[in-house]
């Protein structure tokens, strides 16, 4: 497996505090009202998220994107993005990227005190595509951690959707949740439903696609803790998507300290991503 890690230092961001007022809530900007998608990730862009992998989304995930990051104030900060590593040998246990993209992406929202630039809120999203649809879609598990020294969840925050193709028609949400099915301290975990079923003519057929999202905040610990400017300190944030290959059973959380992980048998296999944030402790 081959794991592209693209982050991008958000530079235009200091650039627009030169010229742009800033408030205790955070950089200031002009409210937009774009027509269609294609707008939205125009609006997108300007607050770095990178057009490539905005073509990658529906359009439902690029509209909600945009309306949080309206809403909250983000801007793109990290994305860990799996891709194919052709002709490599893929480990027992472990779900081949060619058959499964799952990315973790991180936002921030940044508001300046005293001159200085802090992190006030971490928006984590989850994104999950089956590019080959498995054999076993019955309920696969999904697993966030992140240092509970650093963090603390925002209470809320979580929303997930899991998305299906039918064979006939187009991508619709088949499940919405608005919290996780555990939460503690330093993580949580939800399920990702691939259990859709279509019909051609009465004849049961498999999705043809099936993908998800879910997205929450973290707030810093403490507050005016976390600098912007990279200054040596590291903290990550690690998900982990399992799926379950077995037709009789089911994948459930352990709570592990202050960490959530997910009890996985033989038949299961996983993919796992980080998003890594630098930043200089205040």
Not at 18 to 30: D, F, K, Q, Y
Not at 33 to 46: G, R, S
Not at 47 to 69: G, H, I, S
Not at 179 to 191: D, F, I, K, S
Request: with cysteine; proline share 4%; hydrophobic share 40%.
């Amino acid at each position: 497996m081959k794991s592209l890690i693209s982050c991008f230092l958000a530079v235009s961001l200091l650039t627009l505090l030169c010229v742009l007022p800033v408030s205790a809530n955070g950089i200031a900007g002009e409210a937009a009202n774009p027509a269609n998608i294609e707008e939205m990730k125009e609006h997108l862009v300007q607050r770095d998220y990178p057009m490539d992998y905005l073509d990658t989304l529906m359009d439902q995930q690029v509209a909600a994107l945009y309306e949080r990051a309206e809403r909250e104030n983000l801007y793109f900060y990290c994305l860990e993005q799996h891709r194919d590593d052709p002709g490599g040998v893929m480990p027992n246990g472990a779900i081949p990227t060619s058959d499964l993209d799952f990315d973790v992406m991180l936002s921030l929202v940044l508001t300046t005190k005293e001159g200085e630039l802090y992190i006030t809120a971490v928006d984590v999203s989850i994104y999950y595509d089956w590019l080959e649809m498995p054999f076993v879609r019955n309920v696969d598990s999904i697993a966030v951690n992140w240092d509970a020294d650093k963090f603390v969840y925002k209470e809320d925050s979580f929303v997930a959707n899991d998305y299906a193709l039918p064979f006939l028609g187009s991508w619709f949400t088949y499940k919405t949740w608005h919290a996780p099915a555990n939460l503690v301290q330093g993580g949580l975990g939800y399920y990702a439903y691939i259990d859709y079923t279509d019909s051609v003519m009465g004849t049961p057929t498999v999705a043809a696609g099936l993908r998800g999202d879910a997205n929450f905040m973290l707030l810093p610990k403490s507050s005016w803790s976390m600098l912007r400017a990279p200054g040596g300190d590291i903290t990550t944030i690690q998900s982990q998507y399992v799926h379950n290959k077995n037709i009789a059973g089911s994948l459930g959380f352990e709570v592990e300290g202050v960490n959530i992980s997910i009890s996985a048998s033989a038949l299961s296999d996983e993919i796992a991503a980080v998003g890594t944030i630098n930043y200089t402790e205040a």
